[in-house]
Structure formats: structure tokens, C-alpha cells
């Protein structure tokens, strides 16, 4: 009998660390490894010179991908096995507000405006703070990470310090790639905050970017001005909302911004739907990038963007999802909206952007619209290692026909396998690293407050 | 060492054992038992009577929904904990080409004609079969039962009699509910293969229903009249694509629907896009449904369709995934696509569909136009039990700030994780039950039969 239960116990213990084993992560988390993706079914480097390649590997070593092609030599590396699955670059979301996550699902009946007075203004002077900031924004970058963005832009509100520093905070933990458009204006603890954020917390950090946020209108020109002179005390970028409303151009947008000096390169803006030929044309002329954000204008009622005639500017567009204004975080889709809302508006299927162009759009695009294309943006050698692995053998996605077209029309997030920020595994085996349990419980407490400030 | 070796098998064999018992399903498969799905919560009945219901019970008994409040009796009912869960009717599908995921990505750079002419019509005549057309259907099936589909609408262009078989087994095998709309014509196989299909598979079969596909134009008027006599003769509506793009205007449909007597309750018309105010008062009068699919719309360049127009006249109108013109199988998007289209196009977030309209025109819409509002498309006792269930508690999801709304603009098919077919589970924890393995590689198999017969 005592051999019997001896028996049992050992197996059940056998049993257990087989489970055990079955789970366990084959690729370090922490950078400085070597990870192979082997045999991948097909490599879109987004690279012109390297182009699409199939059966090819891609090897990552420490935070930079250092080789892609067939019988790369792997030793010393974990392997990823990349038949069936399609490797390609992280997606670089140019432009949203993740701490709106706590406003989910806030006023779906309002266009911008309404929607800003229902869900977002009245927090300005309200108790919010560092850890409501944190909660939103953690689970914002989780949710990120599972959809392959590896770079994420985040126009934040900095209701007030402590928002701001928790807003940070999460996006260093997140160890995602991120730029932080921090907004700015003339109260007086703005500016020796931005500049302690800059020194203390972006300069030390590889993955992180600054850049000033502000909102061009007439009444709002103060702002503007202390924005734009810190963006050049600096050395960042301005990033604004841009002619988005049918609204905005009665508010001199861009008078406010020719005056205060900041039609310059670098600048992003974001949306420009109610743009006219002749703003584009200077806008154009000064180098100035776009966020679009098509799921956005969908869901606040703000119209087409002109990204077609954007395009026959050379202008740089990336996509953006834009935070709780489209709430849907899955980058798929806002590919095929920025397809589809074209082609619906104007029937005609030649219209830009096709497939391919929201592809770049979304990768390489992107990072030239943040000026990162040195850095990030294609599977380019030397370049640093953010890229994602998709799973093509799944009902919604199965068979192959038109894979690169397939990556935009059937892709849902749920088909992101790997996701790699600076050559460290963030999604493993479709899974989110992280304790998603306490940061959606987190969430919820946060957007519980949220909502009695809101009045709501 | 003998001894040793038999402990170690006993001990893999008991750790299989557990992980075979890890994945065994609680709820039974066969229809005829009781589930209850307790305290969810939230219940979207759909019902205007009952409306939405919090913190509530669903009991499953056979066949049927036969309660719905709290504290709902459980004796002898297998029990799915709902909390952090919604509960809601699932989806009608009112239009959509299950074969044609054999053909997904294909030819996505051309407008309907384009893309029909590149990937659908060589078929006619092809030696394509009935395993290719199970091998399609049956990955879509699966597929449209992950986005919480319980209810699909096949228009199938039954290119054989083969094919058309294979397509319909593949039906009856996905134990969804189902139309199958048999595309007809003068053919001398057609009529006496739809009498005996409505004899030998429908009719026995209480998930099955019937409907007779044809394509008005003036090229093609011998084929209407055949069609909508055979309609006539076996009682079942007609299902056309209707002034879907641009150049349909030109082929007059309407003349010919007027001519061959089709213009009569229960007609179901897919898309409305190119249809003149004239031309929707006479459909109106004549109580015809319409099918709306606004991702196939985008994808196809179609335009966008007069629904607020429908719904100004009270007609009936459904959501439809319309296969492989859309590509993504997400009935979501194909929701959030309907609110946003119309609201980027107006700038007028009050334009119709809400997204309360979005959700009704999911669900109890489609089996109003489809005429089976009686059976399905509300949690209403009495009705059949085609229901499912979503997790709020994901990354994409969370916090609770407005559900319904959320319903629309934050979910992902992999938030279902239950759904039910007249009582039977077909999801089940997040899983489709089936064999995709198989299913996805005999679909890989004839989309390259099917390629080569495309000659692409």
C-alpha cells in the first residue's frame, strides 16, 4: 500500500513538472540573448533592398536584429520555429492617449467636441492622479503589445504632475519603444517638469522619446507659444491635433501655429481631415508628418482624412490608433479602415493607400513620420530588434492566397505570436507578458474614479 | 531498473491522463441537456421586454432559452459561471459566401467587377467540386462560429451540382443555424437538384432553411424568371445582389426584378449602395430586407450604403460578412464599420446606425429580415437557445465604463468564449470544437486547386 502511494505521488509529481515544462519560456526576457526565428514562411522586411523573402530566418542578438536570410547559423541562439508564420515589423502607432483606456467606451454618441466635454476636459484641475494615469496606461500597452505595436506615441494630457509622472512610469515599465508628447503650456510647473523628464527619465532610457504636445487655437495661443519655445529649447518635436473637427478651422489653427513658429520639420500632426489644398501645400512644404487615424474619424463622426492628396505631397504619414477615441486597439483593422474608408468614399479601388501602402504605413511610415527610420521601422540588419510574429495557420486567416494582402484584410490581433521591443519577447506563444489580471482589476478601480470626476 | 522504468510509465501515462482531464468539457455537446450560464453579468436579451438585464441567469434547456432573470432553478443544469461575462444572442449573418474563403486576399486591388472577374467567375465550368467547396465552407463556418455567428446566410454560386453538395454538407457538418441560398437559373440540373435538396436535406433538418440565389441584370433575364418560378413553386424567398456597385445602375436590376414579379415580402437584397430614393420607396412598399455588409462595401470600393435612408422608410435591414469580399471574419468590425462609415461620411455622430442600432441590426434585425425573428435573434424564453458568451475581463476590453458600447467599438472575436446553436456549444472556453488542424490544411489543399483554375 505505502508503495502504491509512493507510486502515485511520484507520478503525480512527474506529471506535474511535464505540465510545468510544457509552459515554460524557451526565449529569455532579458535582452543580450541570441533568439533564431527559423525557416519563417515569409520575412516582410519592409527593407526596399531586401524586400519579401520566404523561408528565411531572422536572428535577433541583443537588441538589434543582426542577420535575415536562409541557413542563418544559430548557434548559441533559442529558436523560434517560423514555419507558417509571417515575420514583419512591430507596428509603430504614431499617435495616441493611452490612458484613455479608462474612458472606454465613454460618449459613443458625440462627435469630437462632445465627446472631449463628456470624457476628457473635465478631468483638467479634478483629483486625478499618477496611479489613475498608471492603471490606464498599463493596461493600454499591454493591449498595445498584443496587436505588434512595438513603438507607441502617446499624446498625454499631464493633467497635472503626478498624472504626467504616472502616465511615464507605465511607459517605462511597459518596455515598450515610446514617444512622450508631454503637454505643455504656460503653467509654471510645466516647463522645470518637461525638463526634468527629459534629463532624469528619457536621455537615460534607449526606448525613450520626448516630444511637446499643445492644441493650436485662438484660444489658446499662450500655450502655443511656451509650447513651441520649449520644443526648441529641447531639441523635440511639437505634436498637435490638427484641423480633426469640422470645428477646428474656425479656431485659426493654423495661424495660431505659422505665428508662434512652429510650421518647421518635425512636426507631427495629427489628423488633418478639414484641410484645405493651399495648408497642405505649406504644411507639406515644411516637412511637417501625419498621424492618421482613421478609426478615430470613423468613431467621432470627423470625416475622411486627405491622405491621398497628402501622399502626392511626399508628405510622411504614419497610422495611429488614437487611444479611447476608437477604443478598438487592434492595428489590423485600423489598416484595413484606412483602405476601406478611401475606397468607400470614392469608389475607386486604385485609391491611395492599397494594402501595401498601409503596410509601410504602418511600420516604416510611421517611423519616418517620428524620424526613428534609422533606428526602427523595417527588419534591416542592424536596425534595433522590434518585429512581430504572426500565425497564418488559424481559422480566420488560413489559407494562403495573398499573404501580404491577407496581413491587412484578415489578420486579427489574436494572430500575433511574438512580439519583440529592442530584441526583448513581450508577447510569447500569444501570450502578453505580464500580470494582466491585477492590471485589468487596476484599470477598473482607476476608471471607477474616472468616472465621478466626469460627473458621470 | 525494471522497476524503475514502470514507474516512470505510470507516472507519464497518470500526467496524461491529467491533462487529457484538463481539457474535458463540462458542458455537453449533444442538445437536450440544461446549461445554465449563472450570475452574468450583464444579459443583452434584445427583447424589448425584457431589455438588458444585470447580474442575471440564462438557462439552456434542450433545444431552447427557458429562462432568463435571477435565480434562475439549476437543478440537474451544467453550470458556466458568467460573471465578468455578457451574454447576448449571436450573430445572424444575412450575407455572405462561405466557399470563398479559399479565395481570401485575392485580387484585393480591384473594385466588385475587378475582383469577381479575377477570383470568382472562371469558376463557372471549372472542374472546381464539392471538396473544394466543403474544404471553404467549413473553415468559414468554423471561423463565423469564433466571432460568435450562429446563424449564416450562404449565398452560394453552387458553380455544379458537386459543388453545391459539398457546400451544403459542410452546412449540415457546422451545426450552425443556416440559409443556404441555392443559386438557380435554367440549367436542367438546377430545379430538380433544389426540389430534392429542399425534400432530403432541408426539411428535416430544423437548423436548415432555403432560399433561391439569382442575379438581376439584362444580360441574364431567362435565369431571373427561372428563378423566382422556382421560388414561387417551393416557397422561399429570393436572395440578389442589388445595385452593389457603381455599374450596376446600368444593367437594370430593378427592371428586371419588376418585370419577373420578384419585387414581393421577404425579397432579400444585398447591399444598396447605387439605389435611388425612388428606387427605395418601391423596395420599401414591397417589404423587401436588405443585407448590409459595409467591410465588403470598403474593401470592394462599392461605396457606402443608404441605410439611414432604409431605415427612413422602416425596412427591414441585417449585417453580413459577404465572405471572401471582406476577407476578416469579425462581426465587430463589420458593426463598427456600419457606425463609422455613415459617421465619417455625414461628420454627423447622431447619423444612423447608433451603436444600440448596430447591435439590434446584428441580431434580431437579421432574423427579421431573414423571417425568423419568431425563432431566433433575441434571449427571449421560448426562443431557441443561439446565443453567446463574451469576456470583458481582457486587455482589449476592460474596465466597465458603457458595455453596450463597448460591445461595438472594443470587441475581438477572441473575446467569445462561448457560443451556442440551439443549445448546443460550439465554442467552448475560448475554443471552437473541431478538428482545425484539418479543417485549415484540406482548405489550403483546394485553394490550390482553386488557384490554378483561376489561372493566378
Redesign the interface.
Given at each position: 500500500m505505502a508503495k502504491r502511494l509512493f507510486?502515485?505521488t511520484?507520478?503525480?509529481?512527474?506529471?506535474?513538472v511535464?505540465?510545468v515544462g510544457m509552459g515554460r519560456d524557451r526565449v529569455d526576457e532579458a535582452a543580450g540573448g541570441r533568439t533564431l526565428i527559423r525557416n519563417a514562411s515569409m520575412v516582410l522586411t519592409m527593407d526596399p533592398a531586401l524586400g519579401t523573402v520566404e523561408n528565411a530566418d531572422v536572428l535577433i542578438d541583443g537588441d538589434r536584429i543582426t542577420a535575415v536570410g536562409p541557413g542563418v547559423d544559430a548557434s548559441r541562439a533559442k529558436v523560434i520555429d517560423g514555419r507558417g508564420k509571417i515575420v514583419m515589423p512591430g507596428f509603430v502607432d504614431v499617435h495616441t492617449h493611452l490612458w484613455q483606456?479608462?474612458?472606454?467606451?465613454?460618449a459613443?454618441?458625440?462627435?469630437l467636441n462632445?465627446w472631449l466635454g463628456g470624457c476628457v476636459l473635465p478631468l483638467q484641475g479634478s483629483p486625478v492622479n499618477g496611479a489613475d494615469a498608471y492603471a490606464g496606461t498599463r493596461?493600454s500597452t499591454?493591449?498595445a503589445i498584443?496587436?505588434g505595436v512595438t513603438t507607441v506615441t502617446d499624446w498625454s494630457h499631464a493633467f497635472n504632475a503626478d498624472f504626467a509622472r504616472g502616465n511615464l512610469q507605465a511607459l517605462v515599465d511597459s518596455k515598450q519603444r515610446f514617444v512622450f508628447a508631454f503637454m505643455a503650456g504656460t503653467d509654471p510647473w510645466i516647463a522645470p517638469e518637461v525638463r526634468r523628464v527629459q534629463k532624469d527619465v528619457i536621455a537615460p532610457n534607449p526606448l525613450a522619446h520626448l516630444m511637446i504636445g499643445t492644441h493650436p487655437a485662438n484660444w489658446n495661443v499662450a500655450n502655443v507659444e511656451a509650447s513651441e519655445k520649449l520644443s526648441r529649447e529641447l531639441g523635440v518635436p511639437l505634436n498637435v491635433h490638427l484641423l480633426e473637427s469640422?470645428a477646428d478651422p474656425a479656431t485659426d489653427q493654423m495661424g495660431v501655429l505659422r505665428r508662434a513658429g512652429a510650421l518647421r520639420p518635425g512636426l507631427l500632426a495629427n489628423h488633418l481631415v478639414h484641410v484645405t489644398d493651399a495648408e497642405l501645400d505649406e504644411l507639406a512644404a515644411h516637412d511637417v508628418r501625419v498621424a492618421h487615424n482613421?478609426?478615430s474619424?470613423?468613431?467621432?463622426?470627423?470625416?475622411?482624412a486627405r491622405v491621398p492628396e497628402m501622399k502626392a505631397r511626399n508628405m510622411k504619414v504614419g497610422l495611429g490608433l488614437d487611444g479611447g477615441t476608437?477604443?478598438?486597439?487592434?492595428m489590423f483593422?485600423d489598416m484595413?479602415?484606412a483602405?476601406?474608408?478611401q475606397?468607400?468614399?470614392?469608389?475607386?479601388?486604385?485609391?491611395y493607400p492599397?494594402?501595401a501602402d498601409v503596410l509601410r504605413m504602418a511600420t516604416l511610415g510611421g517611423a519616418e513620420a517620428l524620424g526613428l527610420d534609422k533606428e526602427i521601422g523595417s527588419l534591416t540588419p542592424g536596425k534595433k530588434a522590434d518585429l512581430q510574429v504572426i500565425d497564418t495557420?488559424?481559422?480566420?486567416?488560413?489559407?494562403?492566397?495573398?499573404?501580404?494582402?491577407?496581413l491587412?484584410?484578415?489578420t486579427?490581433?489574436?494572430n500575433v505570436q511574438w512580439v519583440f521591443v529592442n530584441g526583448v519577447a513581450l508577447k510569447k506563444d500569444g501570450k502578453?507578458t505580464g500580470d494582466?489580471?491585477r492590471?485589468?482589476a487596476d484599470?477598473?478601480a482607476?476608471?471607477?474614479r474616472v468616472?465621478k470626476y466626469l460627473g458621470r
Open positions: 507510486v502515485l511520484l507520478a503525480l509529481v512527474i506529471g506535474t511535464f505540465l483606456s479608462l474612458i472606454r467606451g465613454c459613443t454618441d458625440k462627435e462632445g493596461l499591454l493591449d498584443s496587436t469640422k482613421p478609426l474619424n470613423m468613431r467621432l463622426a470627423s470625416g475622411v476608437n477604443d478598438t486597439s487592434d483593422n484595413r479602415a483602405v476601406g474608408l475606397r468607400a468614399q470614392s469608389t475607386d479601388p486604385a485609391r492599397t494594402p495557420q488559424a481559422l480566420n486567416f488560413a489559407p494562403k492566397v495573398d499573404w501580404a494582402s491577407q491587412v484584410f484578415n486579427q490581433p489574436v502578453v494582466n489580471g492590471v485589468i484599470a477598473q482607476a476608471a471607477d468616472r
